[in-house]
């Protein structure tokens, strides 16, 4: 359930993935036809710039058992109806699925074999965040100065006929799967489901009708509740996609891994019957800024806080998982949530420093031996001593104290706090 942005390229780097337990990378096909509709159409590049070479990444990824989502666009410049602007609705759109044709004739087929293809990114009209229009979706009277846009009238209806009706029928004619393009974290959630269930004129199809899996970005896990209810509990969707997480969120080090301990809490209550069901990515693994998972050198690449925390959880919570039934009661100055790994019970604690406890309730001790349980640093791995648990069994369950040391892990935080695991090793 854990993705990046981006491809991991060399050896090293798909061994880091492998060590945070990154399965899924995302990024461009193309260019296309950047320049005139009579040149041939390129879809072997990707990145920002598609500087990258695409076929060579996506057999790497196939090798180690990474899977690809590809995101599907822009607009070339001279199909823009904005003229010159990539961000806007296509003029021609025989052009844009002609490119879309191209991309997923060529890698849902072997070797490549993909079965995930995302329509755009972030298209939206008005957002509820103030936007007059969305980033990367212009229409008429978009300009780039913020005094002077207005209004894109016909947004919706534009995005659903021009982009992504005609984008979807051809993925769905290869047996691929259709992903949304990443609904934008100001757009408002009310206003993602009236787009997603806007009925064409033209086609008198609903965009619902033609999404498999429905994508947002920089959401808490909380709110994916309502679409699930919506959409995925019973359909139409499969699943519930973030192909962007993180970001600039994780100058805060508890942000990640709250966040998927969290989202594995969460889907195992939610039905998570496909291992593809749930899945949330990274924006961007690599970079220089020090909230990113990686630095990229040189001299080599190596671990940030965010990254080495992926680390910690992906060690830590190994083990198939599934749902921990036993309700939890924390103390003062304390809170989290648990899941089972494997034969392991494993608890996220976030706590001020002190002595700290939580009640698992109903959890009866083993007969045939003593429980190993390990108070673990959720950004460096490091175990406390032994005498930093104390255990209480008795009628109710598991009384557990944890001392949580004085120097927090979430110094900045406010207020300061540490966040933790305690594994209760080879439980079951």
Not at 107 to 135: C, D, H, M
Request: neutral net charge; aromatic residues 12%.
């Amino acid at each position: 359930m854990i993705g990046a942005n981006g491809w991991a390229g060399a050896s090293r780097d798909v061994e880091m993935w492998r060590q945070m337990g990154i399965s899924w990378g995302r990024d461009s096909v193309g260019p296309g036809q950047p320049d005139s509709p009579r040149e041939p159409i390129r879809v072997d590049k990707t990145g920002s710039q598609f500087d990258g070479d695409l076929p060579s990444a996506l057999l790497l990824n196939n090798r180690n058992g990474i899977k690809s989502l590809l995101l599907l666009g822009y607009t070339a410049p001279w199909n823009a109806i904005v003229p010159g602007d990539s961000n806007s609705a296509p003029v021609d759109v025989r052009a844009w699925t002609r490119y879309v044709e191209a991309v997923v004739r060529k890698y849902s087929a072997p070797p490549f074999n993909l079965r995930y293809f995302q329509i755009w990114n972030e298209a939206a009209g008005k957002l509820s965040g103030g936007a007059v229009q969305a980033t990367f979706w212009h229409g008429p009277n978009f300009s780039k100065d913020d005094r002077q846009v207005k209004p894109y009238e016909h947004a919706m209806q534009d995005y659903v006929e021009r982009v992504h009706l005609p984008a979807a029928r051809i993925i769905r004619k290869y047996n691929a799967y259709v992903v949304y393009g990443g609904w934008p974290d100001q757009g408002g959630l009310s206003n993602y489901c009236k787009w997603l269930e806007y009925r064409s004129p033209a086609s008198n199809e609903r965009m619902l009708d033609w999404v498999d899996y429905l994508d947002t970005h920089y959401l808490g896990v909380s709110d994916l509740d309502q679409l699930y209810q919506r959409y995925v509990k019973n359909g139409p969707a499969r699943g519930i996609w973030q192909t962007e997480i993180g970001d600039a969120y994780m100058k805060d080090p508890h942000y990640l891994p709250e966040y998927f301990f969290d989202f594995a809490v969460w889907a195992l209550d939610h039905n998570w019957d496909d291992p593809n069901k749930y899945v949330s990515m990274i924006y961007h693994w690599d970079g220089y800024e020090p909230f990113r998972l990686t630095h990229r050198g040189p001299p080599a690449r190596t671990y940030n806080v965010s990254g080495r925390s992926l680390v910690v959880l992906h060690q830590t919570v190994s083990g198939p998982l599934a749902s921990l039934s036993n309700p939890l009661k924390f103390g003062p100055g304390a809170s989290g949530s648990g899941l089972r790994s494997g034969n392991d019970i494993v608890l996220q604690v976030k706590a001020a420093a002190g002595w700290r406890n939580v009640a698992v309730a109903g959890l009866r001790r083993p007969a045939s031996r003593e429980v190993r349980i390990e108070f673990i640093d959720a950004l460096t791995g490091t175990v406390s001593a032994p005498d930093a648990v104390t255990t209480t069994w008795n009628d109710d369950g598991l009384q557990l104290g944890f001392k949580v040391p004085d120097r927090v892990n979430g110094a900045r935080n406010d207020p300061p706090t540490h966040l933790a695991y305690i594994a209760l090793r080879s439980f079951a």
